[in-house]
């Protein structure tokens, strides 16, 4: 059976939403060929597996460890993602998120430490970032459970079904080197061959393994020496500027600055 998979930056409450989702029963090994524990349990009531997954800021691996994410999707059968994101980080989380959504699964995400951002002066605003990202976000409380039959409930709504991935234009050279990629891929690649194109483009090495082993990888890398050519810099850091573009819009709508009180000194 296929997994519903936690994925989120490091310290956004993971494992705590993990153990509110399955319970007493949980698998834990170590993923192969890396140090990572590897954490599997069963959704209460429902008896589909969840995996918790090493956190990570990106799908780009800066080590061995962190291409347990890449390599996760790019293997492993999975009929809905669950992003947690730290409402009180929402720039630095929302990195990830896109990168989720390119892959173009069933995606949930779980909005956590609303507790901690609201002490920071800023409220988000749930509904209208569903409405930007197209898809589910449901508040959450992973150290109390709060919002939990919520989740569940949108995540087996969500499950399985075809996902109405946004797409970030990423401008007219990078999106003909996609398309380009793209048409070469096999049909079998795991994730829509608009993720895998951008996963490769922007030097994602665990991404380039997986290629390598399916097909002649010399065309792939010329149309990104090209692309990089004709832009006169590195993807990576183009896709990365897009997408935070892309992000600030959505703070821009979502996020609502408190009022804060006025400090007294009497
Ligand atoms: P992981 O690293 O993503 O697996 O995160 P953990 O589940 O280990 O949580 C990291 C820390 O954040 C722990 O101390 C949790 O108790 C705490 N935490 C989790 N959810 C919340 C929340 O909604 N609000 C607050 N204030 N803390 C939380
Ligand atoms: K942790
Ligand atoms: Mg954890």
Redesign the pocket.
């Known amino acids: 059976m296929s997994y519903i998979a936690l994925f989120?930056?490091?310290?956004?409450?993971?494992?705590?939403?993990?153990?509110c989702l399955t319970g007493s029963y949980e698998y834990v090994g170590n993923w192969s060929g890396v140090t990572v524990e590897k954490k599997v349990g069963v959704l209460r009531q429902h008896g589909v597996p969840v995996v918790?997954l090493p956190?990570v800021y990106s799908l780009q691996p800066l080590s061995r460890d962190e291409g347990v994410a890449t390599d996760f999707l790019l293997t492993e059968p999975c009929s809905a993602i669950v992003n947690?994101v730290d409402a009180s980080q929402l720039r630095r989380n929302l990195h990830l998120t896109v990168q989720l959504l390119e892959f173009g699964r069933p995606l949930v995400i779980a909005l956590?430490?609303?507790?901690?951002a609201e002490k920071r002066g800023v409220k988000v605003d749930a509904a209208k970032l569903s409405k930007y990202l197209g898809v589910p976000v449901i508040p959450?409380?992973?150290?109390?459970g709060?919002g939990t039959n919520e989740l569940v409930r949108a995540v087996l709504a969500a499950k399985d079904k075809p996902h109405p991935s946004i797409i970030i234009d990423y401008g007219v050279e990078v999106e003909n080197a996609i398309r380009c990629i793209a048409e070469q891929l096999p049909d079998d690649v795991p994730g829509d061959k608009r993720w895998v194109a951008l996963q490769f483009l922007e030097g994602n090495e665990r991404m380039a393994a997986y290629l390598r082993g399916r097909l002649d990888l010399a065309p792939l890398l010329a149309i990104r020496a090209d692309t990089e050519r004709t832009l006169g810099g590195p993807l990576a850091k183009l896709i990365y500027e897009t997408r935070d573009r892309w992000i600030s819009e959505a703070i821009a709508i979502a996020a609502i600055e408190l009022e804060t009180k006025p400090l007294t000194l009497t």
């Open positions: 989120g930056n490091p310290n956004t409450g993971k494992t705590s939403l993990f153990n918790d956190g947690i956590n430490m609303v507790d901690v959450v409380i992973a150290r109390t709060k």
